[in-house]
Structure formats: C-alpha cells, structure tokens
C-alpha cells in the first residue's frame, strides 16, 4: 500500500495536474471575488469563510477523474484489481494520494488567500484547522465517485454531478467553524462535526468504492 501511494504521489509531481492546477484555479476565484462583490472590506470579511471553502471545494473537484481514470486506460487499474492487495486498500491510497498532492497544498495557501478577502486574524487558527480536517472527506468521497464514473464517457460531469451533494455537509461545518472563529465564538462544535464527517468517510467510502470498482471491472 505504501508503494502504492508513492507511485501515485510521484505521478501526480510529474504530471503537474495535482499541486499546480488545484492551486492556481483556488488562486483565481479568491482574486475574482473582490472583482465581483467590491472591494470594501466589510463586505469581503462576512464572506470570506464561505468563499474560502467553496474555493477549495472547486479546486479539489478539479483533479478527481484522474484518480483512477490514468489506471484504466493503460490497464494498470485490472492488475491491481487481481494482485493481492485489496481494492479497498487501493482506493484508500488513491483517495490518501490525492489529498497529499490537492487538499494539503489548498490548505496550507488557504491562509495566505485569507489575506485577500479581509478575514478576520481570529479566523485562520480555525480555517487551517477546519480545512486540514475536512479535505481528507473531500478526496475520500472524490475516490467514490470516481469508482463509480471510472470508463465512462463524459464520467467526469455525471462524477461532479454525483459528488458535489455530498459535499454539502462538510462545506456547511468547515465554513461555520471558520465563520465562528471569525466573530470570536468557539467553533469546537462544528469542528468536530467535520472530523466525525471525515472520520466517517475513510471508514465507509474504501469498501463503497472497492464496491464500484469490481462492478465497472467486470
């Protein structure tokens, strides 16, 4: 499993489509909100926790038909299906891997973009925090439907179409976690939601999408 993972980690740097293309969409839609909502500051700071996640919830949708799409065009994605690893371990690497190249790098430039919108200084404890816990869940559930949309034509938009509602609860916990921080309220509360949400995710979601995998590989 763990030479799985670095093969993984090791084509995404050579690719370039996990750190670079997550990061420079995340970098583009936090400089267009100024743009499209004004630049007074009152404004930029009330919104700034949601833009923020929903920011990094798009960037992360970005790389997910990548996950196992590469594997089953150059048929490595049958062979891992019949070597003795389990498939519920392969997809917990490719979900694991996908975070390591997209969530974390979204989640250490979150506060340096926070600067743009005028989030409150109060805020950036929780939305490091908020984030570190909640993009493992985004990867994880990224992983399930691209099980699910692997070898499909145009998988990729029934995949947004699959994954994004069940995005909703995390974007809601993490953005109010970091919006509490914000006005100087505990936010523990839906901290922990989000890492129950994650923790639920990576416990459920690799049997979900062995599941699917084994269906789209027969």
Partial sequence: MIALLKRDLTLAVRAGGGFGLGLAFFLIVIVLVPFGVGPEAEVLARIAPGMLWVAALLAALLSLDRIFALDFEDGSLPLLATSPLPL?????MKGVAHWVT???????????????????PSAYLWLLGSLALGTPALSMIGTFGAAVTVGLKRGGLL????????????LIFGSEAVRR??????????????????????????????AALRVNLR
Avoid at 104 to 118: E, S
Avoid at 159 to 169: D, G
């Fill in 181 to 210: 921080g914000a006005g100087g309220f505990d936010a523990t509360i839906p901290m922990l939601m989000v890492a129950g949400i994650t923790l639920g995710c990576f416990a459920l979601l690799p049997f979900a999408a062995a």
């Fill in 88 to 92: 519920e371990g392969v997809a917990l």
């Fill in 159 to 170: 995949m947004s179409l699959l994954v994004l509602p069940l995005y909703v609860p995390t």
């Fill in 102 to 120: 997209t969530g974390l790098p979204l989640t250490i430039a979150a506060p340096l973009l926070g600067f743009l919108l005028n989030l409150s």
